[in-house]
């Protein structure tokens, strides 16, 4: 793999910064594991407080803007840096992805081959109820697009919303009451939606939407194992099975599963 081509070209990023409650960085490591056997040659670069050694590259920094997570009690959340993934990657087309969003499929390397400068999911399935739908954000009309699967390509438009990005989470308390949001917890969804409802005019954004839906396991149901090829989850009917790529909301139960 010609690494010096690659940076210039399209990579992985991913967001690590450990906390008191949360190892971040081996949720990280297992990542980096399954992007190796499923998207083989992309450079995959980490911004966090550690090197990775996992990683072709770390970007090591400060820690981001002070966070709570209020999911199962107050947690110290350290997941602010993402909005300054613009100015931090060297690729020019970059696919952002949260660590806790286990990579089972080949299917985000497709993300590369689009046309568009930006792609997001929208439409997302809840494994407990197997159903999929939108998530409106708060008491607005908008449509939540997920940060946790991000394609960008550098260019003057993206630049944009990445700044808009970063104004709206520097002034989050003003648009949790606009849009009627949580104002406690600066969640990085919602202040990506709203730098994409800015950057088209609060038109519409079919054409940045990622044509297939995110998988989500949710906090209510538990990892019971991992493995490179599939991962046991438990909910209130037993255990089942998962062979594809799943974002993981307990990452508590994640990070004990993890050997």
């Not at 792609?119 to 939108?134: F, G, Q």
């Not at 949001?181 to 730098?195: G, H, P």
């Not at 989850?233 to 594809?244: K, P, R, S, Y």
Request: glycine letters at 2%; hydrophobic letters at 40%.
């Amino acid at each position: 793999m010609n690494i010096k081509r690659s940076l210039q070209d399209r990579g992985i990023m991913l967001f690590s910064f450990d906390t008191d409650e949360l190892q971040y960085s081996k949720i990280t490591k297992k990542c980096i594991e399954l992007l190796r056997i499923h998207c083989p040659d992309i450079p995959i670069i980490v911004v966090g407080d550690q090197t990775i050694e996992s990683a072709d590259r770390t970007i090591l920094a400060d820690d981001p803007q002070s966070n709570i997570h209020n999911l199962r009690g107050p947690k110290q959340w350290k997941n602010l840096a993402r909005a300054d993934a613009y100015d931090l990657s060297p690729f020019d087309c970059t696919i952002i992805i949260d660590s806790d969003y286990l990579v089972y499929d080949n299917k985000i390397m497709k993300l590369f081959e689009s046309d568009q400068s930006v792609l997001a999911h929208r439409s997302w399935c809840d494994l407990n109820y197997t159903e999929v739908s939108n998530m409106k954000m708060g008491n607005s009309m908008l449509d939540m697009l997920w940060a946790t699967v991000l394609m960008f390509k550098k260019c003057t438009e993206v630049k944009q919303m990445f700044n808009h990005w970063q104004h709206t989470v520097k002034n989050y308390q003003y648009y949790a009451q606009l849009f009627g949001l949580n104002k406690r917890m600066v969640r990085n969804d919602y202040a990506f939606t709203i730098a994409m409802a800015k950057i088209q005019n609060y038109g519409p954004v079919d054409h940045t939407i990622i044509p297939w839906d995110i998988i989500t396991a949710n906090q209510n149901i538990e990892v019971k194992k991992i493995s490179n090829k599939e991962i046991v989850l438990e909910d209130q009917h037993g255990e089942f099975t998962v062979n594809q790529s799943i974002h993981i909301l307990n990452k508590e139960s994640l990070l004990n599963a993890i050997e």
